[in-house]
């Protein structure tokens, strides 16, 4: 579906928090505010709508969001959308260069987990569950592995697929997959990231599968987490 841009970024400096020529400092005059990464990661899946990103981001007033889309909009990072007929819905979407930042937002987050204070039971957004299967997936794990595996994460619905040892995640529809996943993203975190068989975290109650359980399990153990530091 094509995007009709609406806006252009403003071309007014903002004020530099840095004195230093380093690209690093110039990347947190970018994204260094609080919650302004957190909204990239948001829309690496694509444009979503204000109350979406919200959504999201829990503890994300809707004041502060509208002040860091704007940052992040004369940055050049994001840019605002129209959605065409019969939606004509207003959404936010990141730039090509926006884009670029995913393996950044992704190494970085892989990082970060390998520390114990990694809390797996804070509050985990659809997107950032997505987005860890790309981040914790083994390659050499699925050599041999083929599968289309739907998610269906209350109103919303991803797709991943495998196939020559290669992921690939995207929304969309799950109804054609070889199995699905239904339920709210914590309740995935023990059987793709943890040690329980996905049959076992099935039968807890807040997790369920249609299709093609067996494969649906072998797909969970192509994740892991990285190692703690010592």
């Known amino acids: 579906m094509k995007l009709e841009k609406v806006t252009k970024r403003s071309e007014a400096a903002p004020k530099r928090w840095y004195d230093d020529a380093c690209g690093t400092a110039l990347a947190l005059e970018f994204v260094g505010e609080r919650w302004s990464l ?11 709508r204000f109350g979406e990103i919200r959504a999201g981001l829990r503890g994300l007033s809707a004041n502060v969001l509208t002040q860091r889309l704007q940052s992040l909009e004369a940055s050049g990072v994001v840019m605002r959308e129209t959605l ?23 190494a970085l987050g892989r990082w970060a987990l390998r520390s114990p204070a990694h809390d797996p039971a804070l509050p985990f957004s659809r997107v950032a569950l997505m987005l860890a299967l790309r981040m914790m997936f083994h390659r050499e794990r699925a050599d041999d592995f083929t599968a289309t595996i739907g998610f269906a994460l209350g109103k919303d619905s991803y797709v991943a697929r495998v196939a020559a040892g290669a992921l690939t995640v995207a929304r969309g529809a799950s109804a054609a997959a070889d199995a699905v996943l ?4 914590n309740a995935f975190l023990p ?7 996905l ?9 369920s599968v249609s299709g093609d359980v067996t494969l649906a399990t072998r797909f969970c153990a192509l994740f892991e987490l990285p190692p703690k530091i010592a």
């Open 38 to 48: 957190l909204i990239i990661r948001e829309l690496l899946l694509g444009p979503r």
């Open 84 to 106: 065409p007929s019969p939606a004509n819905a207003q959404v936010y979407g990141l730039t090509p260069w926006g884009y670029e930042a995913e393996p950044i937002v992704m």
């Open 182 to 185: 239904s339920g709210e993203p």
């Open 191 to 197: 059987a793709l990231f943890g040690t329980t068989p």
């Open 199 to 207: 049959p076992e975290v099935v039968s807890w109650g807040r997790l």
